[in-house]
């Protein structure tokens, strides 16, 4: 007999059953996308309903009333062989046209904490959010012209802190106290969000530590049809570029030339589609 999960899997599905029991939604595991997905008559081409029918998504979260509500896909190593990445391209396209919410995972999202919580935790307790907001806002009970924004959450029940949806928080007010005490020269860091050609998000962040550079990091996150995954990618940028400066407050990493940076900058430009900056200084201020 097979495994119908493997180990990761496995711990990818008890985290999920861990989060939606909270919200009162299930968990289900290998389910075909023609029996989630609307394909009949749909207008599709006929490879996308062959694959539509022999493909499964690797998990499915579903309401109360075992309605789907969006996809998690955990991809492993095998996702980077061409086959795998065709046939993921397929499953977004169809993901996309029928407006069914993808959530595509790796081993970090369940791996990386902060302020406690996993990035697998953190995106679908805001998408749950974002849902309970919308419902008190059609009953009248939050301004109609308002918008939901994760970061401005003041306390969730069962979460310790403020704002316990930024994920960065501590962070940054580390750094307003490394600068009072005249440890870096920028009290707030600076961050570049951009997208390439596939839709991979790419994020750039910096800080000026003192006169001969600055403190430099830079990531990605695979294309996401998830909403306020953009979100998550710009407090994991902050984080990051956080840590960067620590290393080299704490002697264990390369301050990074001003010029080095600016070629960073003119690449960063070159290369992606800027979607958002934010921060300090001039460098960020060109930019707006």
């Not at 009162?24 to 539509?52: F, P």
């Not at 062989?81 to 369940?110: H, M, T, V, W």
């Not at 264990?252 to 003119?266: H, M, N, Q, S, Y």
């Amino acid at each position: 007999m097979k495994k119908i999960l493997n180990a990761t899997e496995a711990r990818v599905n008890e985290q999920l059953k861990k989060i939606c029991e909270e919200f009162e939604a299930h968990v289900w595991v290998k389910e075909r996308l023609a029996d989630v997905l609307k394909i009949e008559n749909s207008g599709i081409d006929n490879h996308a309903y062959s694959y539509a029918l022999k493909s499964h998504f690797d998990f499915i979260i579903s309401d109360k009333e075992f309605i789907p509500l969006f996809g998690v896909e955990f991809d492993g190593p095998t996702h980077n062989q061409a086959a795998s990445i065709e046939n993921d391209k397929i499953k977004n396209q169809l993901c996309e046209k029928f407006g069914f919410p993808l959530l595509r995972i790796r081993y970090n999202y369940l791996e990386t904490r902060a302020r406690g919580m996993d990035f697998l935790t953190w995106l679908i307790e805001v998408w749950f959010s974002e849902q309970s907001f919308n419902e008190e806002q059609q009953a009248g009970n939050i301004p109609y012209d308002e918008s939901f924004d994760p970061l401005a959450i003041l306390y969730q029940s069962k979460k310790n802190g403020a704002f316990p949806y930024r994920l960065s928080l501590p962070h940054a007010i580390q750094i307003e106290k490394l600068a009072k005490e005249g440890k870096c020269q920028e009290p707030v860091l600076s961050s570049m969000i951009a997208s390439d050609k596939e839709g991979n998000l790419r994020g750039l962040g910096f800080i000026k530590v003192n006169d001969k550079g600055y403190a430099f990091a830079e990531t990605a996150m695979r294309a996401q049809s998830f909403p306020f995954a953009s979100d998550l990618f710009d407090e994991i940028v902050q984080i990051e570029t956080h840590g960067a400066l620590l290393k080299i407050l704490n002697g264990d990493g390369d301050i990074i030339a001003p010029e080095f940076l600016d070629e960073r900058i003119k690449n960063f430009q070159n290369n992606y589609e800027l979607r958002r900056a934010s921060g300090y200084g001039s460098k960020i201020g060109d930019l707006r």
